[in-house]
């Protein structure tokens, strides 16, 4: 086979693997939760791309000279070679990178929620004149590896009180399997507190019933609020439906 065809199966195998390169990334991106602020996923999928065309042209050539110098050399044969070789290493790399990444936890294959209540402490009033309840949330941070954060909001509207108390309701997607996680309470003027969640990295459906009461908070620089101020929270596990 001349040096012409080994050429051009590198640049068939090139076009192959910049696309299944391509779609590892893409994945990727969501495996580890990759921002996609100033385009930084984009420009991920974009490098990875071109560093399969790069892997997968240099796999193509070599492999087609590997046929060439073989007893039967043929166009087809040293194809075969490079795009099997290229799309095994691919399913490899992605393979790999799946078992590694921060993946959503499922219970009978449906992704989760954290349902969250907070109570307030005593004599906390909520501002019911304002217009807007922006700084008002729940987030649910990963203790590990890139600290992956998802946010909801504290649904302010659906607020209650019990004995006296404001108990106001929120959701956030369970977007994380790490064994260590914390989820803080924003209220607007007021600094965030965590609680540490006592959650497994795989929820089993007795997580669906409610947690006891956590009454431990501690503020960001892990000092603790004064019993007057602080919160507290339960949480259970519920299945996520994907807003329409």
């Known amino acids: ?12 195998t090139a076009v192959v693997g910049a696309i299944g390169a391509g ?3 893409n994945a ?13 996923s984009g420009y991920f999928v974009v490098f990875m791309g071109l560093v399969g065309m790069l892997g997968s042209l ?28 290229t799309v095994t290493l691919l399913a490899v790399i992605g393979g790999l990178a799946w078992l590694a990444a921060d993946l959503p936890p499922k219970i009978d294959g449906k992704e989760l929620e954290l349902a969250v209540e907070v109570r307030c402490p005593t004599g906390f009033e909520i501002p019911r ?36 108390r404001w108990i106001i309701p929120a959701t956030v997607f369970l977007h994380t399997s790490d064994p ?22 795989k929820p089993s459906h007795k997580d669906i019933r409610w947690s006891g009461w956590l009454d ?11 019993p007057a101020a602080a919160l507290a929270m339960r949480f259970r596990v519920q299945f996520w439906t994907p807003p329409p």
């Open 1 to 12: 086979m001349h040096w012409f065809l080994s050429i051009f199966i590198g640049i068939l």
């Open 58 to 85: 240099i796999i193509g050539i070599i492999a087609a000279r590997i046929v060439a110098a073989g007893s039967s050399p043929g166009f087809l044969k040293g194809l075969g070679l490079a795009f099997g070789t």
């Open 180 to 201: 260590g996680k914390s989820l803080g309470v924003g209220m607007a003027g007021h600094p965030e507190q965590f609680f540490s969640l006592p959650l497994a990295s």
């Open 129 to 164: 004149e304002a217009s807007s309840f922006a700084g008002w949330y729940v987030s649910l941070t990963a203790a590990h590896g890139s600290r992956s954060q998802g946010v909801g909001a504290l649904r302010l509207q659906e607020a209650t009180q019990v004995d006296g």
């Open 28 to 40: 990727a991106v969501d495996w580890y939760h990759i921002t996609s602020r100033e385009g930084a």
């Open 23 to 25: 779609f590892v990334a």
């Open 216 to 226: 431990d908070p501690h503020f960001g620089n892990l000092s603790k609020p004064a």
